[in-house]
T-cell receptor, first 113, second 112 residues
Framework: AQSVTQPDIHITVSEGASLELRCNYSYGATPYLFWYVQSPGQGLQLLLKYFSGDTLVQGIKGFEAEFKRSQSSFNLRKPSVHWSDAAEYFCAVLNSGNTPLVFGKGTRLSVIA | DSGVTQTPKHLITATGQRVTLRCSPRSGDLSVYWYQQSLDQGLQFLIQYYNGEERAKGNILERFSAQQFPDLHSELNLSSLELGDSALYFC???????????FGNGTRLTVT
């Protein structure tokens, strides 16, 4: 069964610093990969997705992620974090068929001045 | 705004009761998914419907059931509620076939 691991439960960064959130997946083939963000009291918003092709994908709000097949990773990055980026971030994986989206446990991001 | 509408936003009820959560998918989306989010379990997939038919089942308790109606809206029924059922319940929709899921803002259920 496919699974998603987000090793960091909570990360704190200073405003303006760079950010990298880690995500590893376990799946035999290349799955569809996603990053979602959840602000307090809100639903999950799609940041970006990877289906195939270029392994570096750009998303909304200045985020990007890189798919590395050899490491089974799909890490999320942002060069300069803003205070409004404080939220919970979820990595998710989907089979190519109509199977359900499987989420990691999430990484909570705090941003300090 | 994701285009997915969930009602109600909040629900407080007692143990042993039954509640119904409602979801209207984005226009044009045929697939509806239900997820449960709790602090200890994270986001758990419950069930998926595609154009009115059950497509996949996750860790959904027998006390829970769902359906998708001809107009594609969906309802999640939770019965014989227990304290442990307190959680955020999310509905999501997609066109299907690996396309991204779009989530509603959830229903926060509190069982007292």
């Amino acid at each position: 069964a496919q699974s998603v691991t987000q090793p960091d439960i909570h990360i704190t960064v200073s405003e303006g610093a760079s950010l990298e959130l880690r995500c590893n997946y376990s799946y035999g083939a290349t799955p569809y990969l996603f990053w979602y963000v959840q602000s307090p009291g809100q639903g999950l918003q799609l940041l970006l997705k990877y289906f195939s092709g270029d392994t570096l994908v750009q998303g909304i709000k200045g985020f990007e992620a890189e798919f590395k097949r050899s490491q089974s990773s799909f890490n999320l990055r942002k060069p300069s974090v803003h205070w409004s980026d404080a939220a919970e971030y979820f990595c998710a994986v989907l089979n190519s068929g109509n199977t359900p989206l499987v989420f990691g446990k999430g990484t909570r991001l705090s941003v300090i001045a | 705004d994701s285009g997915v509408t969930q009602t109600p936003k909040h629900l407080i009820t007692a143990t042993g009761q039954r509640v119904t959560l409602r979801c209207s998918p984005r226009s044009g989306d045929l697939s509806v998914y239900w997820y449960q989010q709790s602090l200890d379990q994270g986001l758990q997939f419950l069930i998926q419907y595609y154009n009115g038919e059950e497509r996949a089942k996750g860790n959904i308790l027998e006390r829970f059931s769902a359906q998708q109606f001809p107009d594609l809206h969906s309802e999640l029924n939770l019965s014989s509620l227990e304290l442990g059922d307190s959680a955020l319940y999310f509905c999501a929709s997609s066109i299907g076939g690996g396309s991204p899921l779009h989530f509603g803002n959830g229903t926060r259920l509190t069982v007292t």
